[in-house]
């Protein structure tokens, strides 16, 4: 029952149909701007998957799209489900397997581990597995829920639609092999195109000066989703430079330690202290900066909008556009270090003084 805050003077229910369904779901919805560590977060028993899980609606995600952890208990399994929105699932911990097949098909079955990063296609039938009888194995899930609910208005529409969209996944033998191709987009030059990343802790990165400090990235397409992902890395004593884009970019961090400073405009900065497992999502069209000063490279993930083969406008199109790379003094939404607050690098100064961390910013700053 909706709550007298989230009633009209009419006495009408204002929640949306997504914020309906998460609630009859009965798990933790889990909000602000970040989570600490997912690896450690309390779940609680989910009736409709067979598990554990809780909901993560970050301020940033901006109603776009959400976040869920779930857990599958040593030797078992969640139940086989499938459903009208796009998922992209990160493995937090153990190992397992998922078995997917499209409505009166055959059957695939594919292994992952901690580390890998998958899609299941489309409206396509699934099964987690945990491949562990002593460990429960956890991951992670950005999806267009929300989106999709709250458009549609019909839980019958998106839980029980027959519709088989075949262009995306019409049981190919190798769709979860691991296999890929490199592609250039219109805005990125560093893509993979795969179905499933093994691990992206240690998947190959590339230079990409655009961001500064020496960073290395990747640019991730799976499964023909509006949904996409990239892995962006930097070094020791180092920061990246500020930027701004459209919502609903799930920062997942896999190594390092740090920070991150999320701000709208001239308001005050709000700092996000990071390490391995924590995330955040940088609200729409806030200036976000990520610092490491930690004693090893920092590397995260991010669960995002913003693929390069299936464009789209509105806030959308800003969780890629090229603008995001470009400076803030010739309309881009990046901005140069020579352009940033002075106070950004005294604190960063001052947070590796106090972990004994020599800064290798120098020579970053003679290049502007």
Known sequence: MASDSETGQLGHDRRTTYEKWTAEEGLPVIQGFYV???????????????????YINLEGAGGTNDAYVAEILPGSSLKP?????????????????????????K???????????????????????NGQGDQPARFLAVTT?????????????????????????????????????????PVAKNIWQSNFIPDVAAFRLTEWKERGAGGANVMF????????????????????????????????????????LL??????????????????????????????????????????????????????????????AISTRIGGNQIEYEDEDPEVRRIFEHELAARNVDSRMAQFFKQN
Do not use: C
Request: charged fraction near 20%; charge should be neutral.
């Open 263 to 324: 701000w709208e405009g001239e308001q005050p900065k709000t700092r996000v202290d990071w390490h391995a497992g924590s995330m955040f999502v940088p609200p729409d069209m806030w200036f976000h900066q990520h610092f490491n000063v930690g004693a090893a490279p920092a590397r995260y993930l991010a669960l995002r909008w913003g693929s390069q083969k299936f464009r789209m406008g509105g806030v959308f199109k800003r969780a890629s556009a090229p603008e995001t």
């Open 107 to 129: 059957k695939q079955t594919f292994e992952w581990q901690a580390g890998s990063l998958f899609s299941p296609p489309l409206n396509v039938w699934r099964q987690h597995f």
């Open 36 to 54: 600490a560590d997912l690896k450690k977060l309390e779940l609680s028993p989910w009736k409709r998957r067979g598990g554990l899980g809780a």
């Open 221 to 260: 397409e799976l499964a023909d989703n509006s949904l996409a992902a990239h892995v962006s890395e930097f070094p020791v004593g180092t920061y990246k430079k500020a930027h701004r884009h459209g919502p609903g970019a799930h920062v997942v961090i896999l190594g390092g330690e740090g920070y991150s």
């Open 81 to 105: 489900e499938k459903y009208m929105f796009e998922e992209l699932i990160y493995v937090l911990s153990g190992r397992g397997a998922t078995t997917i097949w499209n409505e009166g098909g």
């Open 145 to 185: 829920a929300p989106m999709v609910m709250d458009l549609y208005h019909s839980l019958e529409f998106v839980f029980n639609n027959p519709f088989v969209f075949r262009e995306r996944y019409a049981g190919e033998d190798d769709y979860f092999s691991g296999n890929g191709k490199t592609f250039v987009g």
